[in-house]
């Protein structure tokens, strides 16, 4: 597999606007109380605030940060111009150790209607920020508070490959889909473009170091593999090994999904586990994601084998993740590592992989990109490299967080983000990926074969059953543990990893980069040796 870094442009050209409205399927939208934003019909405060571009977000759901939502004063301000809709917040009311300590840290505020007689209200968190917005603008609320406030959106694995990152397999007709297409150059029997395979190797070994460099995957959870160590879902990975999981930000994920769903239409994380396998069981096909953070793993298992994988889970099966859960999993990670280099070593995170991301409605002046950027710039001031997937949909429009690294570097932290679209295996540059002056790095990220979880089997059947224990390939059967997938979300991870192995290789060949060495400088120039290392 093939991992290229380009140079810095000299000149970034403007994103590309002809992608269309995300084309959301219902059933997605009712599961997670979603909408789609249209720009066309959308309602704007003005002023400072430009027309929207299209995106999706939770339509009861509002992101505060934690110090404003722990405010009584605050909350009754925003109450008291949001009850002119009819609606008002309700603030979270239960705090765990993890969230506490995090003022910054923006949190799903979930909305409802007052229930005011001969008042009808729509609980729809644009309108409602738009009216702050308006409140802000006459001077009626504090425009420093009201700028703090962003609708929760929905981001999704990128996977998919198709004209949106929303369109389910074979639902378009593009070139590049893998719906079976004849002539499709990534036409598979798999309900997904995913088809299982049958690979004759071992784990890779894996040397002794002084520190094992931790890759975060924040992604969809994990499934058994021998691998990992996992032969089924009876108890977590063992200590020690090449995989681990993050059990207090994971409750920490449940709560604020619990909490949600008592006033919303959520759908709640519940562990580390990546399930279910499908959404569906009268039906019993495999959710689109499913397997998803296990592949992703295996793709750092092959490519720095003497690394370890820290994985969260944030991504649901079907391909959906929600901005709160990513922006709490970010800052979760930046705890962990101010843990690591003040008290335990052990617990330090080297490099984050994010194969996820979305298009956001106000480009790069957007307050999730104010938000996502300051989570990522702290990891960054702390050592940490982040790398992102570019995105699977044949465009140059900005797709976020990947589309941060056009900002430029401070020598003074670790590299900016990385962003990663994906080659094909002869190293062309596959169709389905985007690309623009904002994507940096190229890795192989089609025709890939990695992990997948061995306990997942879904009803598409093998077509011609002759005689007992005879059959054609199920295309739906990934009980032999491994599988070929196409997307950015797999040239991220391989991307990662290189970066990682070459790590490694400057720790070996400079003292003074050693990674038993966790504190903020030495992370740093560390940071920045192994992605000179790695070809960036």
């Not at 929303?166 to 590049?176: L, V």
């Not at 090449?242 to 994920?253: R, Y």
């Amino acid at each position: 597999m093939v991992v290229k870094f380009v140079p810095k442009p000299a000149e970034q050209s403007g994103d590309d606007d002809r992608t269309a409205v995300p084309e959301v399927p219902q059933q997605l939208l009712e599961r997670h109380g979603a909408r789609v934003l249209h720009p066309a019909n959308a309602l704007v405060a003005g002023g400072p605030y430009p027309p929207p571009r299209s995106t999706v977000y939770r339509a009861a759901t509002m992101l505060v940060p934690n110090e404003l939502a722990r405010d009584p004063k605050v909350v009754a301000a925003f109450n008291g111009v949001l009850s002119e809709l009819g609606v008002e917040m309700v603030p979270p009311r239960r705090q765990d150790n993890l969230t506490e300590r995090l003022d910054r840290l923006p949190r799903p505020v979930p909305m409802r209607v007052t229930g005011e007689v001969g008042k009808p209200a729509q609980l729809d968190c644009w309108h409602a920020l738009q009216h702050l917005r308006v409140a802000a603008l006459n001077g009626k609320l504090p425009k420093d508070l009201v700028d703090q406030l962003s609708v929760d959106h929905l981001l999704v694995g990128t996977v998919d490959i198709g004209g949106t990152p929303w369109e389910a397999s074979g639902a378009g007709g593009a070139p590049w889909e893998a719906s079976g297409t004849p002539g499709s150059g990534y036409a598979r029997g798999g309900t997904t473009g995913r088809i299982p395979v049958a690979l004759a190797a071992p784990a890779p070994p894996r040397g002794t170091l002084d520190r094992r460099p931790v890759v975060a995957v924040v992604d969809s959870g994990i499934g058994p593999h021998p691998w990992f160590d996992l032969p089924d879902r009876t108890a977590p990975p063992p200590a020690g090994g090449f995989l681990s999981v993050f059990p207090e930000l994971q409750e920490a994920i449940r709560k604020q999904g619990e909490e949600a769903a008592l006033t919303t239409t959520t759908q709640v994380l519940l562990d580390y586990w990546d399930a279910p396998v499908t959404d569906n069981p009268l039906i019993g096909m495999l959710d689109r994601d499913t397997g998803h953070g296990t592949f992703i793993a295996g793709i750092v298992r092959q490519s720095a084998p003497e690394a370890n994988v820290l994985a969260i889970r944030v991504l649901h099966s079907d391909g959906v993740a929600y901005e709160s859960d990513v922006l709490l999993a970010l800052w979760g990670l930046i705890l962990r590592v101010q843990d690591a280099q003040e008290h335990d070593p052990e617990r330090m995170v080297d490099v984050v992989s994010l194969s996820l991301g979305y298009f956001d409605e106000a480009g790069s002046t957007s307050t999730f990109t104010g938000q996502i950027a300051e989570a990522i710039d702290k990891l960054r001031e702390l050592g940490v490299l982040v790398v992102a997937a570019a995105g699977n949909d044949a465009t140059s429009r900005r797709f976020y967080p990947a589309a941060l690294a056009e900002r430029p570097s401070n020598p003074d932290i670790a590299p900016q983000v990385v962003s990663v679209g994906a080659l094909n295996p002869s190293t062309t540059r596959a169709l389905f990926s985007n690309e623009a002056p904002w994507v940096r790095a190229w890795a192989t990220g089609a025709g890939v074969v990695s992990t997948f979880p061995t306990d997942v089997q879904g009803a598409i059947s093998a077509n011609l059953m002759p005689a007992t224990g005879r059959g054609a390939l199920d295309s739906d059967d990934f009980r032999a543990g491994f599988a070929v997938w196409d997307g950015t979300s797999f040239a991220a991870p391989l991307a990662a990893a290189e970066i990682t192995a070459a790590m490694i290789r400057c720790s070996a060949e400079d003292p003074g980069l050693a990674l038993k060495g966790v504190d903020r400088k030495v992370a740093v120039k560390r940071a920045w040796a192994a992605l000179t290392k790695a070809g960036g």
